[in-house]
């Protein structure tokens, strides 16, 4: 049995796909569903069991069949959440619960961390997980201090020496994006949302670049799509002998302009960009350059080929946005 949290979610439920894919489960849906279309992302999946998060504790507590890794996608995961008790209690302690169970019962767990640990450094984002490379870290906001502050706890009691579970890994994941994350709103990728844009016009708006050493449409971060986050995870359930905190990026980054001219061969619309002021909130806070180091995993004799931006895009586009039905 596999447990996945966030499971209804856009990473999760394509874990979730990945795994029904390759004939691995059964498999159980940790996760909120709400009033809204999120149900979608796994209708297509054929579910073991469906559980609420807050009554996980307990469902495991009383489990009875052996579980073959606990994968922990659940958090809030925008970027712009301002409780940091609910950052607190859903990112950090709610993860602390499953390393515990995971460590108590010897399985293997997974969770999701994330590039916002680096906070606002525009080199050197390798995935170190020594005392003073993660003492360096600066989170911009309050969710990567969040998933920072997880990293550091499970890092740290395992330099202590404390009993942890028989696999651990931390996925720093980068600007994924793909199908099913219909559900995010303005949390979903520039690739989503420039899709649906051009429907109705020719103009993509992009913001303004702030920086005198970059143009506008300049800004690069490292877009990778889910397809290569789903071997990545893949690979760590055929590795069990390996632990630690890794990055999940395209080990490249692009520009937003390169987005553009991608959508634009991919559609065969003229596309043109109006570069708009960015709102001042942000701007003390953007990102102009973010670029996944991925050699940590190569070394450990991770193979898989990246996807390129062009490949990813035309991947999503054709056999997902384009159609009435885009979920996976």
Wanted: charged residues 25%.
């Amino acid at each position: 049995m596999y447990i996945v949290t966030g499971a209804a979610g856009f990473i999760g439920s394509n874990i979730v796909a990945e795994l029904e894919a390759r004939g691995m489960g059964p498999i159980v849906v940790v996760d909120w569903f709400g009033t809204g279309d999120k149900w979608r992302n796994i209708a297509k999946r054929r579910i073991a069991a469906y559980v609420r998060p807050e009554a996980l504790s307990q469902y495991l507590a009383d489990l009875r069949v052996p579980v073959k890794a606990v994968i922990h996608m659940g958090a809030i995961s925008a970027t712009t959440e301002a409780d940091v008790d609910q950052l607190v209690a859903l990112n950090i302690n709610y993860s602390v619960m499953l390393w515990d169970w995971c460590a108590q019962n010897d399985v293997p767990f997974l969770y999701a961390s994330s590039a916002a640990t680096y906070g606002g450094i525009e080199q050197g984002f390798n995935d170190d997980e020594s005392t003073e490379a993660r003492a360096a870290l600066r989170p911009l906001n309050a969710y990567g201090w969040s998933k920072k502050t997880t990293d550091d706890i499970f890092v740290e009691r395992v330099a202590r020496g404390e009993k942890a579970p028989s696999q651990w890994v931390g996925l720093k994941f980068f600007n994924v994006y793909g199908p099913n994350e219909y559900h995010k709103d303005d949390m979903r990728s520039v690739a989503c949302k420039m899709f649906d844009a051009i429907q109705t016009t020719n103009v993509v708006k992009l913001f303004k670049s702030y920086r005198p050493d970059m143009a506008d449409g300049e800004q690069r971060r490292d877009f990778v799509y889910v397809k290569d986050c789903l071997s990545l995870v893949m690979w760590f359930l055929s590795r069990p002998d390996i632990s630690g905190i890794f990055n999940s990026g395209s080990g490249r980054a692009r520009s937003f302009a390169d987005i553009v001219r991608s959508m634009a061969a991919i559609t065969g619309k003229a596309l043109e960009i109006e570069f708009i002021d960015m709102p001042e909130a942000i701007r003390g806070k953007y990102q102009y350059f973010t670029e996944a180091d991925m050699t940590k995993v190569k070394r450990l004799g991770y193979a898989e080929p990246q996807i390129s931006l062009e490949d990813g895009m035309r991947d999503y586009v054709e056999n997902y946005l384009q159609h009435s039905d885009r979920y996976r």
